[in-house]
Nanobody, 120 residues
């Protein structure tokens, strides 16, 4: 497994932008699918975006066209650029790393989460 640490959350007005970062430890970073998930109060955790080497990134319909996921292997970091933010994007955002499936399990690597709050 890899160890993950998110950063970049904060408070922003609707229409604004934030960039989240997720730094990963380990020398096999490039072999993992990296993804972002979010959990709003009272709701289940939901998929946001994922990126795998050699594969087109995948996005949830709710963020398509507004969010962009990218990765920098030299820095062992994955990013989530969030533009045109809406109040419904308010949530704790988690980074995850996994291999061999389209989605991670609870036994895969997860970060501690970073809060994103979008005011109306």
């Amino acid at each position: 497994q890899v160890q993950l640490a998110e950063s970049g959350g904060g408070f922003v007005e609707a229409g604004g932008s934030l960039r989240l970062s997720c730094s990963a430890s380990g020398r096999t970073f490039s072999s993992y699918t990296m993804g972002w998930f979010r959990q709003a109060p009272g709701k289940e955790r939901e998929f946001v975006a994922r990126i795998t080497w050699g594969v087109i990134p995948v996005y949830a319909d709710s963020v398509k066209g507004r969010f962009t996921i990218s990765r920098d292997s030299a820095k062992n970091t994955v990013y989530l650029q969030m533009n045109s933010l809406k109040p419904e994007d308010t949530a704790v955002y988690f980074c995850a790393a996994w291999r061999g499936r389209d989605s991670p399990s609870g036994n895969d690597s997860w970060g501690q989460g970073t809060q994103v709050t979008v005011s109306s």
